[in-house]
Structure formats: structure tokens, C-alpha cells
T-cell receptor
Framework: NAGVMQNPRHLVRRRGQEARLRCSPMKGHSHVYWYRQLPEEGLKFMVYLQKENIIDESGMPKERFSAEFPKEGPSILRIQQVVRGDSAAYFC?????????????FGSGTQLSVL | QKEVEQNSGPLSVPEGAIASLNCTYSDRGSQSFFWYRQYSGKSPELIMFIYSNGDKEDGRFTAQLNKASQYVSLLIRDSQPSDSATYLCAVKGAGGTSYGKLTFGQGTILTVHP
């Protein structure tokens, strides 16, 4: 039973380029979360999605960031026109539906480096 | 005041000792509390969760929750060098959120030396 799969593991972009981070949840999980971990900081919630729906994007920066979880395929976190401050580890987590206390299972993360 | 605050550490204990990690939270309506372990460069791994006041034990780990004091702790008995990691306290708040929107503390680095 594969865990939460994220790719790429490392992503290097120059300022102004686009970054696309992918996440496939655990089998049977229909809830996906994206968290960001900046250097020397804790994990920060970004967005919560279910299939074809954004449920809570209160942690997403207002500009340049977007997320989707299509009916087929992985969830995508997209960062347009990246800046150096976007350099961070981006973790995806998933959980099954209908779980009252929502334990999260995290993927290995994508380390984004902006040059 | 930070929403979730952990003792800053780093915390260093000898092998075989008890490591005590502490966390306070500001949202009095918080419902669920989690401890994650994160090795350097790796993903967070859930090791304990607690919802009710009191103690919850799982092997060498004990989570303690005191909602009146807004305090949650993690005790690691018989600490091993393999326990050396960053421990993240996470809280799921009130406000009707029934999903996994967690607020994390900044983490406490634990080092267990032989």
C-alpha cells in the first residue's frame, strides 16, 4: 500500500519561472492538504482540497499560488513567477473521508529552490 | 502570542533517560492534538494523538493533555539515539473544522546521546 507520493523530490527554478508540484494521495484517501515549511519555521497550512473542489484555501498566498485536485490524476500545487522567498519544503498530506479526527499522512515533500 | 508554542530546545538527554517535550496552545476550543516526529530532510510522521484530558500511552511514548491549562506534552521513556529528531506539536482548532487543518508549533529538536 503505497503512501502519499510527491514529485519531484527536488525542484530548482530561476526567479520568474513556474513551479508545479504533484501529489498522489494514499489509496482510498480523497482529502488532500498542502503545507509549506520555510527554513527554521514550522509547517504552515496552505490549502485543503477534495476531488474537483477547493474546500479551504485560507493559507494560500493571494497571488501566484494555485492548487487543484482533478477528478483524475494527482493534486497539483502551482506557483507562478517564483521568487526566492518561495524556497521551502512543500508537503502534501492525505486522509480518508469521514474520519472525525482526521489523522494526516504526509508525503516525502518537494524541496523547492529558487535561484 | 503564537497559536502553538513549543519549548525551544534543543533538548539533549542521555540514552535511557526520559525526554519531556512540551507544547501550549492559545485556542481554548481546540479539539485534537498530535505529535509528529520529523527526521532531518524527511516528512513528518505521526507518532501520537490525543483528544481527551489525561494520559495516553503507546509503547515508550506517553501523551498528556490538560485542556484547562491548554497544555499538551510528550514523554519518551528509555530514549534511544534513534529518537533524535525534531518533534512537532500540532493542534486542530475549533470553529467547526472537521478536517485536517492543523496548526503546528515550531518544533523541538531532541538529541539523545549514547
Amino acid at each position: 500500500n503505497a503512501g502519499v507520493m510527491q514529485n519531484p523530490r527536488h525542484l530548482v527554478r530561476r526567479r520568474g519561472q513556474e513551479a508545479r508540484l504533484r501529489c498522489s494521495p494514499m489509496k482510498g484517501h480523497s482529502h488532500v492538504y498542502w503545507y509549506r515549511q520555510l527554513p527554521e519555521e514550522g509547517l504552515k497550512f496552505m490549502v485543503y482540497l477534495q476531488k474537483e473542489n477547493i474546500i479551504d484555501e485560507s493559507g494560500m498566498p493571494k497571488e501566484r499560488f494555485s492548487a487543484e485536485f482533478p477528478k483524475e490524476g494527482p493534486s497539483i500545487l502551482r506557483i507562478q513567477q517564483v521568487v526566492r522567498g518561495d524556497s521551502a519544503a512543500y508537503f502534501c498530506a492525505s486522509s480518508p473521508a469521514g474520519t472525525r479526527y482526521e489523522k494526516l499522512f504526509f508525503g516525502s515533500g518537494t524541496q523547492l529552490s529558487v535561484l | 502570542q503564537k497559536e502553538v508554542e513549543q519549548n525551544s530546545g534543543p533538548l539533549s538527554v542521555p540514552e535511557g533517560a526520559i525526554a519531556s517535550l512540551n507544547c501550549t496552545y492559545s485556542d481554548r476550543g481546540s479539539q485534537s492534538f498530535f505529535w509528529y516526529r520529523q527526521y532531518s530532510g524527511k516528512s513528518p510522521e505521526l507518532i501520537m494523538f490525543i483528544y481527551s484530558n489525561g494520559d495516553k500511552e503507546d509503547g515508550r511514548f506517553t501523551a498528556q493533555l490538560n485542556k484547562a491549562s491548554q497544555y499538551v506534552s510528550l514523554l519518551i521513556r528509555d530514549s534511544q539515539p534513534s529518537d533524535s529528531a525534531t518533534y512537532l506539536c500540532a493542534v486542530k482548532g475549533a470553529g467547526g473544522t472537521s478536517y485536517g487543518k492543523l496548526t503546528f508549533g515550531q518544533g523541538t529538536i531532541l538529541t539523545v546521546h549514547p
